[in-house]
């Protein structure tokens, strides 16, 4: 099974960023922000991150057109204007930037995913990009705050608990939908609470 990690650098200063990837081994990180600059956090700008990066011997990669979440194409959005994430993991921007991780992983390569939010659960490298490479066969790892691997299938566990708290009790009134169908709809729910809307440039989308 093929493996991605994701991470927040919210959650770290820049010294305890270097150890986690060195912790996991990683090689080259993916900057999947759409913008790569951070008023309060200037260590993780595109310039200067990168030549970090590069004196600890990991690569510095830029897929904001393939992996951003500001993606503004009306084909793209929901009917409520913002990115919906399904239609956008089945476009050719998505596709192109998902075989250069395939690339990269025949190489020898390990990568992260990185953008802003310390919480996986809060960012789209998750809830989209982790969503998708997890569909497809990937062991997705996401990194906490305390350096720990937060699995997707347990990232989805927390998704249930949160909209369907109560899905084990039984109801002769309801039909009952099985955990596959709940943790999509679990996903389409959190997609619509951090999915990027253009006039809501206020939210931290990375």
């Given amino acids: 099974m093929k493996n991605i990690y994701t991470i927040g650098y919210t959650a770290f200063k820049i010294d305890e ?9 990683i090689a080259c990180v993916i900057d999947v922000r759409s913008l790569a600059y951070s008023q309060h956090y200037p260590d993780y ?15 510095y990669r830029n897929y904001s057109a393939e992996f951003g979440a500001r993606q503004t194409e009306m084909c793209y959005l929901s009917p409520r ?9 089945k476009s050719d921007r ?16 390990t990568f992260v995913l990185m953008c802003a939010e310390t919480d996986p ?8 990009i982790g969503r998708e490479f997890y569909k497809r066969g990937f062991e997705v790892k996401n ?3 305390s350096g720990d691997i937060l699995l997707q299938g347990e990232l989805e566990e927390r998704l249930l608990d949160k909209y369907f708290s109560t899905r084990d009790q039984f109801s002769i009134f309801e039909v009952n939908k099985d955990d596959k169908q709940l943790i999509e709809e ?7 609470e951090i999915g990027y809307k253009e006039e ?7």
């Avoid at 809501?200 to 990375?206: C, F, L, R, T």
């Fill in 17 to 25: 960023f270097i150890s986690v990837l060195k912790k996991y081994n």
């Fill in 45 to 59: 700008n595109k310039e200067s991150f990168k030549q970090v990066l590069k004196s600890n011997g990991i690569v």
């Fill in 81 to 89: 204007g913002y990115l919906d994430f399904s239609k956008y993991v």
């Fill in 94 to 109: 998505f596709e192109a930037g998902y075989k250069k991780i395939l690339t990269g992983i025949d190489m020898g390569y």
């Fill in 121 to 128: 659960m809060d960012c789209h490298r998750s809830i989209m």
């Fill in 143 to 145: 990194i906490l705050k």
């Fill in 186 to 192: 679990a996903y389409d729910l959190k997609n619509e």
């Fill in 200 to 206: 809501s440039e206020s939210i931290n989308y990375g």
